[in-house]
């Protein structure tokens, strides 16, 4: 009985590790996990963020749409090619895009580049501009199938002025002080000056300039320096 009881309790600790292990166990089953690397996907499936289509063709395993998409995780890369029905990562930007027969339904691919740590970059006109920047300059371009238009765009981080075409996305706190007409601006021929408010009180800026939160129009006036709409508006910090 001695002998026994001693092991009654070397028995407990036993079974209290196992369902230990168990329950861990099922715990980290039923963790979400992260998908690395590339999967095979019907057409009508999500794309996971950060995810991009690198090809798609017919499946008679995908019934509905009958078309597959052959999918690739780009975190940790700079360049990839993909289809232009791809979802583009933020950030992301395409740098060229042609014809091509391993993208079923469109027909199109797109090259693709991470901006991260870029400050410059030439993508064709549809694609993303990322937060931030800037649209400086626009041209025909062979190389931007669809479009036949590229951009040239720039990062305005750490910078207070710059000149952008006129379909350039204006980053928030950003104002328009004067428009003009330029020929490096393909497709609107209009260029903008542009400038940040950092410290300032007070600023002139043309009618259609976007109003950072926190400013008033106080006043309005005729000008020649904003070809377009020809009046300016005085603002004022609120």
Do not use: E
């Not at 479009?147 to 207070?160: F, P």
């Not at 007070?202 to 320096?225: D, E, H, K, L, M």
């Amino acid at each position: 009985m001695k002998t026994v009881r001693n092991r009654i309790p070397h028995l407990v600790t036993v079974v209290l590790m196992l369902l230990g292990m168990m329950t861990a166990a099922a715990q980290a089953q039923a963790a979400p996990q992260r998908l690395t690397g590339s999967a095979t996907v019907c057409s009508n499936s999500p794309i996971p963020a950060g995810w991009v289509i690198t090809s798609s063709y017919s499946s008679s395993g995908c019934p509905g749409t009958g078309v597959a998409y052959t999918i690739a995780d780009v975190a940790n890369q700079t360049y990839a090619t993909v289809c232009s029905m791809s979802p583009i990562p933020a950030g992301w930007v395409v740098t060229s895009s042609y014809s091509s027969a391993g993208c079923a339904g469109t027909g199109v691919a797109y090259t693709i580049a991470n901006t991260a740590n870029q400050t410059r970059a030439t993508v064709c006109s549809m694609s993303p501009i990322p937060a931030g920047w800037v649209v400086t300059s626009s041209y025909s371009s062979a190389g931007c199938a669809g479009t036949g238009v590229a951009y040239t765009i720039a990062n305005t981080a750490n910078q207070t002025y710059a000149t952008v075409c006129s379909m350039s996305p204006i980053p928030a706190g950003w104002v328009v002080t004067s428009s003009y007409s330029s020929a490096g601006c393909a497709g609107t021929g209009v260029a903008y000056t542009i400038a940040k408010l950092t410290t300032q009180t007070y600023a002139t800026v043309c009618s259609f300039s976007p109003i950072p939160a926190g400013w008033v129009v106080t006043g309005s006036q005729s000008t020649s320096s904003c070809a377009g709409s020809g009046v300016a508006y005085n603002i004022r910090k609120a």
